[in-house]
């Protein structure tokens, strides 16, 4: 069994290229070099910094927020939603939305860091989506969207004059692409402004998630009017709300659009799409507006690569798939001889509500998950292996008074842990830790306990790892992911 390739080894890749939940990414190319961020909501680190040859293999080379501040509990589907990423200026520069907090930007030097600390650009409730362009003339602008669950409203796009470095907005804004006066039109949001042959264009997603499209705006002035066309819907594929992503060029001046697709519990996966400019000047993108599910390798002869998945272990830290739901203490973990060893804690008994639990992205083709667990800890203590979204299912070592049992136990949403399965007592604290999941999302435990994975607020579900108790430590040696 092998990791998913999109790469085909003989000069052309399938769809996806990046088969796990990479939500609304934003891509760019600066020389020979495709770098690429996504939305992580309320994870920790965020904004992960993806790199590039080809636009097909990709490695996490770095995060831009190491921290979110003062993030100390669980925040489902806030925090850090659609980034725009941009080069101007010999500098990095990311903008994002924070829906209760505002829009917010950061720049770095270089792509792997250091990026500087967050700076709210305009504060306020339901600003989202942003993305900032330069034109010819120095001028500098700023588009954005609206999150109808924090201010009522919707499905329209606002811009606003930006000072040059990006520090200040420079007026209230002006709606200039407004969904609810175009037939059909809902949920209009994610754009991005990029200028070409005369034209502005603002490439925005419509439609919602899972069934949604993705739509070109064009107007000779910036601020309009704008007149639409609808270039990539599903069509006659199975490939449902291809949309909210990023048109770049290759060094070979061929032309590139990269969106997500939505698959319900492994999140929103990502497809890469031919694009063409027409005779009529409008992009066509997919095959005549429909998404492919392949092609040939935007530039040739680079090595392949993936985000990397499970661990080992052995590097004496974390590797970059791994994330927290809070900002992490050192206390809480440390990594040696091949183990991750967690801190047994206090703290929420529901496993959606609790901050010390470190996970990683659900892969999207069928897998395994094996770890093998000990647990060294005080009776009352439990830890194991979770597959979480709005409902959760969980197999591990739990220290009763009679003795370790191996438990599988799950929550529907808002609801009480109930056993799966029942327990199963233990000789020792040590047990190896399986779960089988299928293309569907269905989980099979090593002890038989069958478990329906769902995405959680914006995001897939996600594989974690777990501690619980007063006092004491669980290790976890190696974490592997098979993919078929």
């Not at 927020?65 to 990423?85: H, I, M, N, Q, Y």
Request: aromatic share 10%.
């Amino acid at each position: 069994m092998s990791l998913w390739n999109p790469g085909l080894g003989d000069g052309t890749y399938h769809n996806p290229v990046l088969n796990a939940d990479w939500s609304d990414p934003d891509v760019i190319r600066v020389g020979e070099d495709f770098y690429l961020t996504t939305s992580t909501f309320a994870r920790v680190p965020g904004l992960p910094i993806l790199h590039s040859r080809d636009l097909v293999n990709w490695t996490i080379v770095a995060h831009a927020l190491p921290e979110l501040d003062g993030l100390t509990k669980p925040e489902p589907g806030c925090r850090v939603w659609a980034p725009s990423l941009r080069y101007h200026d010999g500098k990095f520069w990311i903008f994002w939305g924070d829906p209760d907090r505002g829009i917010h930007v950061i720049t770095a030097t270089h792509a792997r860091g250091p990026w500087s600390v967050p700076r709210v650009l305009k504060p306020g409730s339901g600003l989202i989506d942003p993305c900032p362009f330069w034109d010819e003339d120095g001028s500098a602008y700023l588009i954005h969207g609206w999150a109808k669950s924090r201010t009522g409203f919707n499905n329209r796009l606002t811009l606003h004059r930006m000072s040059p470095d990006g520090r200040e907005v420079l007026d209230e804004g002006t709606v200039i692409i407004d969904g609810d006066q175009l037939p059909g039109y809902s949920t209009l949001e994610g754009p991005k402004l990029y200028k070409r042959d005369g034209y502005y264009w603002v490439f925005a997603p419509a439609g919602g998630v899972a069934d949604g499209w993705q739509s070109v705006f064009r107007a000779k002035d910036i601020t309009g009017p704008y007149e639409d066309r609808i270039v990539l819907k599903q069509g006659r594929t199975n490939i449902n709300g291809p949309h909210q992503g990023a048109w770049v060029d290759a060094p070979d001046g061929s032309h590139w659009f990269l969106h997500f697709q939505d698959r319900g519990p492994f999140g929103r996966v990502v497809h890469l799409q031919p694009m063409r400019w027409a005779e009529d000047s409008w992009p066509v993108i997919g095959e005549d507006g429909e998404p492919v599910s392949g092609g040939r390798i935007p530039v040739a002869g680079r090595r392949a690569a993936v985000p990397p998945s499970g661990d080992t272990f052995l590097s004496g830290k974390l590797g970059p798939q791994w994330h927290w739901p809070v900002n992490p203490k050192p206390t809480w973990y440390r990594i040696g001889g091949g183990a991750l060893v967690l801190a047994c804690l206090p703290g929420p008994d529901d496993l959606r509500e609790r901050g010390q639990l470190v996970a990683q992205r659900l892969p999207g083709p069928p897998f395994v998950t094996r770890t093998r667990l000990t647990l060294d800890a005080a009776p009352g203590s439990r830890a194991g292996l979770v597959i979480l979204g709005h409902d959760y299912a969980w197999l591990g070592i739990e220290l009763t008074a009679d003795g370790p049992v191996l438990v599988c136990r799950t929550a529907e949403a808002a609801g009480p842990e109930r056993d799966l399965v029942p327990p199963v007592p233990l000789q020792r604290p040590k047990a190896e830790l399986t779960v089988e999941v299928d293309a569907f999302g269905r989980c099979v435990f090593a002890t038989g306990g069958v478990f329906d994975a769902v995405p959680g607020h914006w995001v897939g579900a996600v594989l974690g790892l777990f501690a619980a108790g007063e006092a004491g430590w669980a290790g976890f040696h190696g974490f592997a992911i098979d993919c078929s």
